[in-house]
């Protein structure tokens, strides 16, 4: 069983930075990883995701350029830098694990999720 924990969300303005944090326990050898994102009354969205080497990463095009993921095997950790923030990338953020080290952008084919952590850009 895996568990994912967030952390790092927050209230930051609107052109600020914040950086998130989802540390893992158990067995995620060979596990791709990943950021969704879902605002209130939206479905749940792709934000990014890397694969287990962190030789390949994927964003959202309404992120590319501003958000980096990246991942730290050896602490079990994945982090997501969030640059250039606008009031639309206002939503809870969760961290999610695919057992199959598959990255697909479709949440309903991730294993295992957190608990989600509240990121508020004001304009």
């Known amino acids: 069983q895996v568990q994912l924990v967030e952390s790092g969300g927050g209230l930051v303005q609107a052109g600020g930075s914040l950086r998130l944090s989802c540390a893992a326990s158990?067995?995620?050898?060979?596990?791709?990883m990943g950021w969704f994102r879902q605002a209130p009354g939206k479905e749940r969205e792709f934000v990014s995701a890397i694969s287990w080497g962190g030789g390949s990463t994927y964003y959202a095009d309404s992120v590319k350029g501003r958000f980096t993921i990246s991942r730290d095997n050896a602490k079990n950790t994945v982090d997501l830098q969030m640059n250039s923030l606008k009031p639309e990338d206002t939503a809870v953020y969760y961290c999610a694990a695919d057992s199959a080290g598959v990255v697909r952008r479709d949440p309903r084919r991730w294993d295992y999720w957190g608990q989600g952590t509240q990121v508020t850009v004001s304009s």
């Open positions: 158990g067995r995620t050898f060979r596990y791709a």
